[in-house]
């Protein structure tokens, strides 16, 4: 699933070229894939004027005038993609047409992402929406440590939880915590607060470098243009199981913790928090 870094390119990548298009022609060959009836996103998004693109944790959000945004949530091989008008391919599942005789095109070859317009307020309330985290980029370390530290969870778990912090996933939350030398299943109430504050301080880099280099592609994700990231080229330990650690040579090991597959290396990262 694409995390924040992945998202965040994407935002930044379709803010560059699709603020001020109007959108002209809406095709839906695969109508499961909108978060309403059909009709409904026709009314809202018909003739709009298309304002901007952000992000929310792991959610795109198109704002439109007259007072309405498109959330698109990418699931797990959700894409969002703006060019020529090429047809209609196999996957595609929502199409919109824009005044330049250009596409916006979601496409989604597993059909689990959606897309969905509302009024601003109906956002807010969005169940989904309104229980996210703070964004971990928009937010000290110091800050994110306090919403973890004392819990008898798993620090992964903890991370995975977008409740808890917006955006990390599966791939950066490995990274962060072999970055900080703790083990995915440690309790955060073991972990030193000074530790907790370093974690998030990696988790930070991290994502930032992510962004910087463009997303992880593993194995559906591009970018607005299309095109691949290559943070996978940076990974330590994610998919990595079984490889030498690149900081002390022992084999890495894989757990699954939190429900997800956590790759770690069994030396370096502290179960019990560490100092």
């Not at 939350?173 to 083990?183: I, M, P």
């Not at 990595?240 to 030396?267: I, M, N, Q, W, Y």
Request: proline share 6%; with cysteine; net charge neutral.
């Amino acid at each position: 699933m694409p995390e924040l870094p992945e998202v965040e390119v994407i935002a930044r990548g379709l803010n560059r070229t699709l603020p001020g298009r109007t959108v002209r022609d809406i095709r839906v060959p695969w109508p499961t894939s909108l978060g309403q009836p059909e009709q409904e996103f026709r009314v809202l998004v018909q003739d709009a004027c298309i304002c901007g693109v952000r992000r929310r944790a792991k959610l795109l959000l198109v704002d439109l005038n007259p007072e309405t945004v498109i959330g698109v949530h990418l699931k797990m091989t959700g894409r969002l993609v703006h060019g020529p008008d090429r047809g209609t391919a196999p996957h595609d599942r929502v199409l919109l047409g824009l005044d330049d005789d250009t596409l916006l095109t979601f496409a989604d070859m597993r059909r689990f992402g959606y897309m969905k317009a509302m009024r601003p307020d109906k956002l807010a309330s969005w169940p989904f929406y309104e229980k996210l985290g703070p964004e971990p980029l928009e937010t000290s370390a110091a800050q994110l440590a306090a919403r973890v530290a004392g819990r008898k969870a798993r620090i992964k778990g903890l991370l995975l939880d977008q409740t808890v912090v917006a955006g990390c996933g599966n791939i950066y939350a490995d990274e962060s915590l072999f970055r900080a030398g703790v083990h995915p299943a440690a309790a955060a109430s073991s972990i030193p607060r000074e530790k907790l504050e370093e974690l998030f301080r990696h988790l930070q880099d991290v994502l930032q470098q992510a962004i910087d280099e463009n997303g992880s592609s593993i194995r559906n994700y591009v970018n607005a243009d299309g095109d691949a990231g290559a943070f996978q080229n940076s990974f330590n330990v994610y998919g990595r199981k079984g490889e030498a650690c690149p900081r002390c040579g022992c084999g890495l090991d894989c757990a699954t913790v939190a429900g997800r597959t956590s790759t770690f290396c069994p030396a370096c990262q502290d179960r019990h928090g560490g100092v």
